[in-house]
């Protein structure tokens, strides 16, 4: 049976993080100082008649979007609380949050849909919304990620930028404690920078995956990710990932 090293690095009793741990400064910019995130969606009044269409526009925009268990968005002043500039659930390609959407089986349909275009081949279309809807039944993984407090956060790096690499992921952020970032402007859009996905309470935070990137022809983005670490609270997300089997071949 094998045994734990210990040798292994406490990172319970760290006072600094060791040079072998170090990530170069540049990769480390905007930084963001922990704190809690005071606000709750609370339910808007009126139903968004297009949820799919935006939940497409944000596959396309940010590659990532906020799903909530209530029937309809959160107000804009709910969203203005979040983060400065994030007023409205619309995609836009500024530095503002991604948008939040009920999590309504109809939104979700229409995103496994794929979005259409006059010049698109409908029953290639048709064919892949087949085979995404088979891949979803077929294969999913629960992948749980736990951020102690690290003494030097400025060095360090939770989780390193990357894409995720199925159709979907669905992420819990434990808590009210920032840390997962996307890249914004990677895409030529304006310049590259971090923008921070704090958790919402009550919200879910559905990734595009390389899969669903690949499926749609490059409408949806698999948007590249991070999680940071902080000084003082111990972070815990978990990812939920819907992706094919392992024997499906993707071209
Ligand atoms: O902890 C986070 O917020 C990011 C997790 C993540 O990107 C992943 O599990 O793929
Ligand atoms: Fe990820």
Redesign the pocket.
Known sequence: MPTLSHDAFDLHSADQVPDSYSWPSSFLHDHPSPHRTPSTPSPSSTFQPSAASLVGAACRSFGVFYATATASPPTSSAMSKLRPGASSPSPSTGNSSPPVFPASSRAMAGLLSLPSSPNSCDDEMTDRAGLMKEMILAVDAL?L?S?PPCPEPEKAM??AP?T?SGLL?V?H?NGGTR??QILRGENGSGPARWVAVPPLAGALVI?VGDLLQILSNGQFRSVR?R?VVNAAEH?I?V?Y?IGPPGHVKTN
């Open positions: 992948q990620n951020y939770g989780m990357h995720d992921t992420l952020q840390g997962l990734h990710h999680a972070r997300s990812a990932i």
